[in-house]
């Protein structure tokens, strides 16, 4: 691999995989179940990129290490999230699973008044981040 993709690859963490950064040939469901827990945890941070102020190496070393980013105050997304980012690609949960989780959150959500689905300041930012999450998380919401 070409230094400049390997670039390339480190500045994208953590929204590309680390079996992408070792090989970015890998394709499969898992990379994107890692994507939806990082685009997860910008909506709930606000659109905030995680590891903005982190170097290359800081970044690099973020992937050896195995670290995780920070959960949001929700445990429930918080949990998801780390189960979407789990460093060994078969322990990630299927995308039914996920599904399942959002909804009970989004229930739970209504029943105790819980901030995970905080929406009225954030739905701008959460439009302009993905637009067809927004549109599941509004079914949520909506059920």
Same mark, same amino acid.
């Given at each position: 691999?070409?230094? =400049? $993709?390997? !670039?390339?690859?480190?500045?994208?963490?953590?929204?590309? !995989?680390?079996? $992408?950064?070792?090989? /970015?040939?890998?394709l499969s469901v898992a990379v994107d179940k890692w994507g939806?827990?990082?685009?997860?945890?910008?909506? $709930?941070?606000?659109?905030?990129?995680p590891l903005k102020d982190k170097k290359l190496i800081e970044?690099?070393?973020?992937?050896?290490?195995? $670290?995780? &980013?920070?959960?949001?105050?929700?445990?429930? &997304?918080?949990?998801?999230?780390? *189960?979407?980012?789990?460093?060994?690609?078969?322990?990630?949960?299927?995308?039914?699973?996920?599904?399942?989780?959002?909804?009970?959150?989004?229930?739970? /959500? *209504?029943? !105790?008044?819980?901030? =995970?689905?905080?929406?009225?300041?954030?739905?701008?930012?959460?439009? /302009?981040?993905?637009?067809?999450? =927004?549109? !599941?998380?509004? &079914?949520? &919401?909506s059920v």
């Amino acid at each position: 691999m070409r230094l =400049c $993709c390997i !670039t390339e690859s480190v500045e994208r963490i953590p929204w590309i !995989t680390p079996e $992408c950064v070792r090989d /970015s040939q890998v394709l499969s469901v898992a990379v994107d179940k890692w994507g939806f827990g990082t685009t997860l945890w910008e909506i $709930c941070y606000d659109g905030e990129a995680p590891l903005k102020d982190k170097k290359l190496i800081e970044k690099e070393m973020f992937y050896s290490a195995q $670290c995780s &980013l920070v959960t949001p105050d929700c445990p429930q &997304l918080g949990e998801l999230i780390t *189960k979407c980012m789990t460093y060994d690609p078969k322990r990630r949960p299927f995308f039914r699973a996920i599904v399942r989780d959002l909804t009970g959150v989004a229930e739970q /959500s *209504k029943r !105790t008044q819980l901030p =995970c689905f905080s929406l009225s300041v954030t739905f701008p930012l959460f439009l /302009s981040v993905c637009p067809s999450l =927004c549109v !599941t998380f509004l &079914l949520f &919401l909506s059920v």
